[in-house]
């Protein structure tokens, strides 16, 4: 469902994504880790269409995501970094404008809005202007619009930050189901505990580079140890001076 071949993105001098090859099937659903900017982001948006690779090649659903970026935003569900809203938007107005992105029926759409907003708890919010959401509505709302339109794909960005527990166990549930149903989630996440649970596959990037690509079933060790060991491990620092006796 995911194919990438040498995928490479440059910016100038600097290289964001180095030769990344990666395969994900239909129904998995990839965790893709790794520290801020190791290259996670990017990889989403050439995935997307959204940024053209520098060199080498990508397919999602079948098609190249260089020379049929329009016709493969019609197939996917994302959630971006910057969860692209308007902020003169109410949530609902997101939603119903979502559908009529992707030519749903206006009676569908409402229909799948009202089930999503009910599910994710926003129907008390569904009148509220994106500027006066906080991060946490934000976030639930751009996860909406990334699953309206029943997606062969989702890509989401870090979708469990700022989400409050029962919100991210909802959250989990969905993206369970959604794989049981054949969706192909690919995920970026910190937050390595869910990532860990809800994962079948995970990949782990490191400046631009894949150390690590299995299915989670074979991780040998516990995942935060995994990953502190083969992409970043936490410094180690005594604050003297914190918790002293004040003078």
Partial sequence: MISCRNLTR???DFTA???LNLEVSEGAICSFLGPNGAGKSTT???LTGLLAPSSGEAEVCGLDVRR???E???LIGVLPEDLGLFDDLTVEEHLLLTGDVYGLARAETRARTAQLLHVLSLEHGRRTFAAACSHGMRKKTAFAMALLPNPRVLFLDE???AIDPVTSRIMRDLLEAAARRGITVFLTSHVLPIAEQLATQLVMIRQGRIVWDSPAADLPQALEQHYFELVEAPAVEELEWLGSPRS
């Fill in 72 to 74: 493969l935003k019609r």
């Fill in 68 to 70: 049929s970026a329009a």
């Fill in 44 to 46: 989403v948006k050439m």
């Fill in 159 to 161: 979708p469990f930050e």
């Fill in 17 to 19: 994504v180095d030769s």
């Fill in 10 to 12: 440059r910016f100038g």
